[in-house]
């Protein structure tokens, strides 16, 4: 099983941005997901998560403004970001919380005037 995340970009303050991470193999792998974001010299941390049964969380920095999502069809996940700012430039990674060893390979998002 593998994670393809896409979607990132550069985008000016206030623009949006969907990122999308796709699984190969089972679904069960994408059934609870997490979105991270990492900047250099920092953890990498936990923005938004979806679990099995639908229930989302957000960090705070970011609820009401990014939205997570799945599609089982598509074995997808989505992290739809709204009102992007300058501080949510960073490395987007997916993650599987059915298989935490399981993560995407990271795509940049870069918030910029």
């Known amino acids: 099983v593998q994670l393809q995340a896409s979607g990132g970009g550069l985008v000016q303050p206030g623009g949006s941005l969907r990122l999308s991470c796709a699984a190969s193999?089972?679904?069960?792998?994408?059934?609870?997901m997490g979105w991270y974001r990492q900047t250099p010299g920092k953890e990498r941390e936990l923005v938004a998560a979806?679990?099995?049964?639908?229930?989302?969380t957000y960090d705070s920095s970011v609820k009401g403004r990014f939205a997570i999502s799945r599609d089982n069809a598509k074995n997808t996940v989505y992290l739809q970001m709204n009102s992007l700012k300058l501080e949510d430039t960073a490395v987007y990674y997916c993650?599987?919380?059915?298989?935490?060893?399981?993560w995407g390979q990271g795509t940049q998002v870069t918030v910029s005037s």
């Open positions: 993650r599987s919380h059915t298989d935490f060893r399981l």
């Open positions: 979806i679990r099995s049964g639908g229930t989302t």
């Open positions: 193999g089972s679904i069960r792998s994408i059934s609870a």
